[in-house]
């Protein structure tokens, strides 16, 4: 950790002053560079809310060229896809420097199932969750703000190929998740 000897410092100075200190403590905090390469780094730039929603558009495509054709729809101020009379909420992460997937914002609405979609520098990752079972094991348990005490939203997290045993029914491939949303598309 880097040595500072702070002097009188005038307001016009705040700026410069504090840039030198971060720039000294980058090497206190070693990145990754596992994104440099990757063709999907743009995506990291994005505001979250355009993430989410690059997450759904990317999802509808993988859909489309399964021949599966879901329907975007709005209900309560959210965006679900709907196949047949299943509505999807989707949330996307891409991969955190700690090497897990952070999905945010999972709330506790009228849906049936919860697409967690994860985007790595060169991989992909996905599970569909029946709602009953997001219910039991991330609803009301890992609240994103406060929590178990969460009222409003919660999070799921979990590393590329080593997941908790009650998802590991969900998926983790993307082949998986293909092959229930095949599944979904063909009940009536």
């Known amino acids: 950790m880097g040595v500072f000897i702070v002097v009188n410092v005038s307001s016009g100075d705040d700026l410069t002053f504090l840039a030198e200190v971060l720039n000294r403590m980058e090497s206190d905090y070693p990145g990754t560079d596992e994104w440099e390469d990757s063709p999907f780094k743009w995506i990291l730039a994005q505001p979250s809310?355009?993430?989410?929603?690059?997450?759904?558009?990317l999802v509808t495509y993988w859909a489309y060229s399964l021949g599966i054709f879901?329907?975007?729809?709005?209900?309560?101020?959210?965006?679900?896809?709907?196949?047949?009379?299943?509505?999807i909420q989707v949330k996307f992460s891409t991969l955190w420097d700690t090497g897990y997937y952070?999905?945010?914002?999972?709330?506790?609405?009228?849906?049936?199932?919860c697409l967690c979609f994860?985007?790595?520098?060169?991989?992909?990752?996905?599970?569909?969750?029946?709602?009953?079972?997001?219910?039991?094991?991330?609803?009301?348990?890992?609240?994103?703000?406060?929590?178990?005490?969460?009222g409003e939203?919660?999070?799921?997290?979990?590393?590329?190929?080593?997941?908790?045993?009650?998802?590991?029914?969900c998926g983790g491939q993307l082949a998986d998740v293909g092959q229930q949303l095949r599944l979904l598309a063909s009940a009536n």
């Open 70 to 87: 879901p329907r975007q729809v709005s209900k309560e101020k959210q965006i679900y896809l709907q196949l047949n009379d299943a509505l």
């Open 153 to 169: 939203t919660w999070w799921l997290e979990t590393p590329p190929n080593s997941t908790e045993a009650w998802l590991q029914d």
């Open 49 to 57: 809310a355009t993430k989410g929603a690059i997450g759904r558009r």
């Open 102 to 113: 952070r999905f945010q914002q999972i709330r506790d609405m009228d849906y049936d199932f």
């Open 118 to 150: 994860g985007l790595a520098p060169l991989d992909m990752n996905a599970w569909l969750i029946p709602k009953e079972v997001l219910d039991t094991h991330v609803i009301s348990t890992k609240g994103q703000h406060t929590g178990s005490g969460s």
